[in-house]
């Protein structure tokens, strides 16, 4: 199912036309704002020169501080009567960006989401309940414009309030969900508290995204739910969701190359590298008029799939993200992402749905504790069982991450909940 075929299955000759055209433009664009003006006039770059896709390489990277060195609206070409909407990041991490749009980038990204949500076989006979956050976070609205574009109906009932989500998805037969995968795991035991049991219910797919996880993750959401999950990717400096979607076949997201110039980074180097190559994630958007953004350093780790897709869309696929580059824990000297720890933990059939790293400074040495809830069924008071449940799960760690962590089996619910995007590693060795 297509929402518009031609686009999504364009010969990759015409595509690059059609990004070369694009990038031209925005390019141009750009020029005229005073964060690129000044930044290619530092480097000596006439972007009238750029005739080929592969010029793109030679033009300096954007990056996050440079969002915030242009902060208000330091890159945006077109006059303040022109916009319609802001929206601003997360802030994950450090101060959040603003980003703008124009009433043509409101509708082209409407458009993208509903071509996303088409490429899942979501239809318009749908009902569609998102519960990612409304407001300054893409994440709540940017689906919201895309299935009302594709005429499902939308229930926007936003982050939290899990009892009243339970009722709304009972009583309007919800079949589509929008929803962290932390939240969406502690959302599921809240519904067998409520003497309901998951599958039972009519929501048949989840679009999963925001924050990284692991496949494990998605397998343990897919079982306890009852549901196809499919994993959504986007950042509010690229729009919002919406950025790269997987298809029915779950095997990666396609990147939507008529919006994104999609290139891989060393991201030490800062070279390019081939598809195939993991590194980190560079995006220019050449469809956007409010805020044409150039080779934007997302620090996300993929690689691109260089395999073409069964489903006949021609545009690429990345991989599911690793991690951020800003996120990869170094303790005692070693190199470690969380989805790494995740991907052990989600294995093993005894752990329940949440966990937390805690990192500390111990006598001069790095220490990793990892907090981990069980089922409830563990805790029937057989005290050699969880013995070597925990040794089960310290061995498991050490021969992926090796590194020796010590193990805490708790109780379900004694950590905090996710409601939204969840935090998962708590370093106390910078204090
Ligand atoms: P920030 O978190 O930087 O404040 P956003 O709220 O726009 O800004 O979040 C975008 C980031 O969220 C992405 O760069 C990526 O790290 C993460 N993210 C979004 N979707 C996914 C996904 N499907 N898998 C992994 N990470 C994701
Ligand atoms: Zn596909």
């Known amino acids: 199912m297509f929402w518009n075929r031609e686009i999504e299955t364009i010969e990759r000759k015409d595509l690059e036309k059609l990004q070369l055209a694009r990038l031209q433009k925005a390019l141009a664009a750009a020029a005229t704002t005073p964060f690129y003006r000044k930044v290619f006039s530092d480097h000596n770059v006439d972007v009238s020169k ?16 440079d969002l915030r060195l242009s902060y208000p609206d330091g890159m945006v070409p077109i006059s303040r009567s022109d916009i319609v909407r802001l929206h601003a990041s997360s802030g994950t991490t450090g101060k959040s960006t603003v980003i703008f749009y124009s009433q043509r980038d409101v509708d082209e990204w409407a458009d993208l989401v509903a071509r996303s949500m088409v490429a899942t ?26 299935a009302e574009r594709l005429g499902a109906m939308v229930i926007p009932s936003s982050t939290g309030n899990s009892l009243k989500q339970i009722q709304l998805m009972q009583d309007f037969q919800t079949t589509v969900i929008h929803i962290t995968p932390s939240y969406s795991l502690h959302l599921v035991e809240v519904i067998k508290e409520n003497g309901v049991n998951p599958p039972d219910l009519t929501v048949k797919k989840a679009y999963l995204g925001a924050e990284p996880y692991s496949e494990e993750t998605r397998d343990k959401i897919e079982k306890l739910w009852g549901l196809e999950a499919y994993n959504s990717y986007g950042m509010s400096e690229m729009n919002g969701p919406g950025v790269a979607f997987e298809c029915v076949h779950k095997n990666g997201m396609h990147l939507w190359e008529d919006f994104y110039i999609i290139e891989v980074i060393n991201p030490e180097t800062g070279q390019p590298l081939p598809d195939g190559e993991e ?3 560079v995006l220019t958007h050449i469809n956007r008029e409010a805020m044409p953004i150039i080779r934007y350093r997302t620090r996300d780790l993929t690689r691109i799939i260089p395999e073409e897709c069964s489903c006949g869309r021609t545009h690429r696929r990345m991989e599911r993200i690793k991690g951020r580059t800003d996120d990869m824990l ?6 470690v992402f969380p989805s790494q720890i995740e991907s052990v933990l989600m294995r093993i059939p005894e752990v329940g749905n949440n966990y937390q790293i805690v990192l500390e400074r111990e006598e001069n040495l790095d220490r990793m504790y990892i907090r981990v809830e069980l089922y409830s069924k563990m805790f029937h008071g057989d005290l050699n069982e969880l013995k070597r449940l925990n040794q089960k799960i310290g061995e498991e760690l050490r021969a992926l991450i090796t590194i020796n962590p010590r193990i805490e089996l708790l109780e379900p619910g004694s950590l905090p909940p996710s409601m939204g995007k969840a935090k998962r590693v708590i370093d106390n060795r910078k204090i």
């Not at 750029?50 to 501080?65: G, I, N, R």
């Not at 990612?132 to 895309?146: I, K």
Request: net charge negative.
């Open 50 to 65: 750029v005739t080929t896709l592969e010029h793109l390489q030679d033009l300096p990277l954007t990056t996050k501080h």
């Open 121 to 146: 076989g979501t239809t318009r006979d749908d009902v569609f309940q998102n519960m990612m956050g409304y407001g300054l976070f893409t994440g709540g609205l940017g689906l919201h414009y895309g």
């Open 279 to 281: 590194g980190e994630l």
């Open 330 to 335: 170094i303790v005692g000297g070693v190199n």
